[in-house]
């Protein structure tokens, strides 16, 4: 008895401490700084088809297949893609909170086309034009330290890598 007394106590303490720690995550995002149309990420489309796994072509997302993810709303072509999202965000979400990298590394936030999109490692990063794009990708690296450190100042949040 008092050895089911002491498990049931560490599980709840440890159920506790996860808790706390994803609503103190949960809290310091801060959504009002994304580029949302109607709580709408990416203009419906959806962030995985950019991947390989998720077909690795920009495709819109369908309205049955939503997923509101702290405070933002995505949509997915494949019922896949949704899932793969759930079991990881942070690799899936736009960085930036949706807005053109190579505006984001100048200081400022631009609007996107969603088609228009650079996968760097684990992140995918969108832009308003094909010149924006091409000058991102002359300076990845150095274009992503810019942005990360902007993002960092307007949003308060850690960039996703």
Known sequence: MRRFFLTTTVLMSLLTLLLSTAHAQNSARNPSVYNLQNQMALKGFDPV?????????PTPGKAELRLDYMGVVYLFARA?????????????????????????ASGTKVDIQPQLFTLHGNRAHYFVSQRAKQNFDRDVRGHEERADQFWKQISGEDPRF
Do not use: S
């Not at 088809?49 to 072509?57: D, K, L, S, Y």
């Not at 896949?80 to 979400?93: A, S, W």
């Open 49 to 57: 088809a950019v991947f390989p796994e998720g077909g690795g072509t």
């Open 80 to 104: 896949e893609n949704l899932d793969l999202f759930v079991q990881n965000p942070d690799k899936y979400e736009p960085t930036y909170g949706g807005w053109c990298a190579y505006a984001m």
